[in-house]
């Protein structure tokens, strides 16, 4: 590289998809290319680096990271210099597939490898070779590449990433857990991202005070299965429970969130730390996936309905308030109207907050995959899929509403997506839409609730209270409470439209 490793005036874009995790990865991956004098940008054909950081949940994912791999391929032709990357769950699982069908990729990165990118595109531009990193296939690497520092792990960029970050950081992912040791037979995270591993205790408190140093007012711990994470330190271990302490008592925090959490081994102390720390929000997101023993048996999820009900029972009792998320897969192989009619009881009966709901597709690798056959039509897991949600957002519109009248507390976010277009259509001399306001602010409540409201540019980035006036399925929208030394100021609320379930 240009002046001791600083590149001067290169660009680099990188595109996103799938989970939080890769969300985090994608931003670990900025941070480190910005500190060397990479300037992000929009412009995909004309970005001097190009990397697509990649899915491998579900094949819907993966036929769009090949749609995006495949559209680099004339940018490249009219640019030999270019250089094309792909990083994440996909080039750890199919490598080869990935080489053979686009020649014009220079090089995979594994999400475990990802402190190699920078060491990978200089050999790429002084040899021009197709280079491979990836967690378990490290004879492929190159000799640059095997000279990597020890310390130069991808757990030394989650602690040097608020370098790179532009500007101040509201919220922020902090990574506690790489990896998962579940093997739930339809998930191939396991074979993209190993074997489940902690980071310490310390170093996740350190990355969670720079990142308040920047502003952060809020942070979310990520791991596969967040609420297995241990680590031996001194002799004593620290469970999820101490770690929220340990960040609780970071200054300038003033949220706490973690995802993803696995019902079969959730402690009670963890509950007790999310009802007795003031910053650890009352959310807890717990995907179950089936309402079927016998399906639960099959994914190998090593719970039952009836204890992920007991939990569920025992959260609301000692977290008062709390809201819950919840995963559901319909369609897995050999499901029947039976089992699918369990998991729609399932949803009626606990009342989440929201679901995320997924059609079965195989994953290569995965136990399911080899030894169970996806034998439920297409038209039948979209038909499951269409009833759960529908359920879903009727449960979640009946809490809601019930929610009118009553003042919530608000992070303050930013402005919502109408009110983003409305002032560019103001600065543009044009009248917005009709409900596209341009004061319309964006929040979030401790339980995750989605919040619209007018105000202005102070608030953002504030705690503040509204007061809930209507609500749809997906939004609350609300009149922001003003403080003042005398009578209480109100302003006006947006008034809600055809828009209101995407405001975000």
């Known amino acids: 590289m240009e002046n001791g490793g600083i590149v001067a005036g290169k660009t680099v874009y990188l595109e996103t998809m799938g989970c939080q995790m890769n969300v985090l990865d994608s931003e670990l991956v900025l941070g480190q290319l ?119 792990s991808v757990e030394a960029l989650d602690l040097s990433r608020a370098a790179g970050l532009p500007g101040r950081v509201l919220q922020a992912y902090v990574r506690i857990q790489r990896g998962c040791d579940k093997f739930c037979s339809f998930c191939v995270v396991p074979f993209t991202r190993g074997a489940e591993r902690c980071r310490p205790p310390a170093q996740i408190v350190d990355e969670t005070k720079l990142l308040a140093d920047r502003g952060a007012k809020e942070v979310t711990l990520l791991g596969q299965t967040v609420n297995s994470y241990a680590y031996p330190d001194n002799g004593r271990r620290i469970g999820l429970a101490d770690l929220l302490e340990r960040v609780n008592a970071v200054e300038g925090l003033e949220r706490i969130r973690f995802v993803t959490s696995y019902p079969g081994d959730f402690p009670d102390d963890v509950l007790a730390a999310m009802r ?15 309402g079927s023993d016998a399906v639960l048996a099959r994914m190998n999820r090593r719970y039952t309905v009836g204890q992920y009900v007991e939990l569920l029972g025992r959260a609301r009792e000692i977290v008062p308030g709390i809201t819950l998320a919840s995963d559901f897969i319909v369609g897995f192989c050999g499901e029947t109207d039976a089992e699918f009619g369990a998991s729609y009881e399932l949803v009626e009966r606990m009342r989440f907050k929201h679901i995320f709901c997924f059609k079965y597709s195989p994953r290569p690798m995965t136990v399911a995959d080899k030894r169970s056959p996806d034998d439920v039509p297409q038209e039948v897991k979209r038909e499951r ?28 976010e930013g402005y919502s ?38 105000g202005g540019e102070r608030h953002i980035g504030t705690l503040r209270s509204v007061h809930v006036q209507s609500a749809t399925a997906l939004t609350l929208f609300g009149e922001l409470i003003e403080e003042g030394t005398g009578n209480e100021a109100r302003i006006s609320p947006p008034v809600a439209g055809p828009s209101t379930d995407r405001t975000r």
């Open 34 to 152: 910005r500190t060397l004098g990479y300037q992000p940008t929009e412009d995909a054909a004309n970005a001097d680096v190009a990397l697509i950081n990649t899915c491998s949940v579900r094949d819907h994912a993966e036929q769009k990271a090949l749609s995006h791999m495949g559209a680099l391929k004339k940018p490249k032709a009219r640019r030999p210099d270019m250089v094309v990357g792909v990083i994440g769950c996909m080039a750890e699982r199919d490598p080869d597939g990935i080489l053979r069908n686009m020649p014009h990729v220079d090089f995979l990165c594994g999400p475990g490898e990802l402190n190699k990118i920078p060491a990978m595109i200089d050999e790429v531009l002084d040899t021009r070779a197709q280079l491979v990193a990836l967690s378990e296939n490290k004879s492929r690497r190159s000799s640059l590449l095997s000279r990597a520092l020890e310390h130069d």
């Open 276 to 290: 007795d720390l003031p910053k650890v929000c009352e959310y807890l997101h717990i995907p179950v996936q089936s």
């Open 385 to 412: 899929n269409v009833t759960l949600l529908k359920l879903q957002e009727r449960i979640s519109r009946e809490q809601n509403q019930s929610l009118i009248g009553q003042t919530v507390e608000v992070l303050v």
């Open 417 to 454: 997506k109408a009110a983003v277009k409305a002032r560019a259509a103001v600065h543009d001399c044009e009248r917005p839409v009709g409900w596209r306001r341009p004061d319309q602010l964006v929040g979030r409540t401790r339980t995750d609730r989605i919040v619209v409201f007018s």
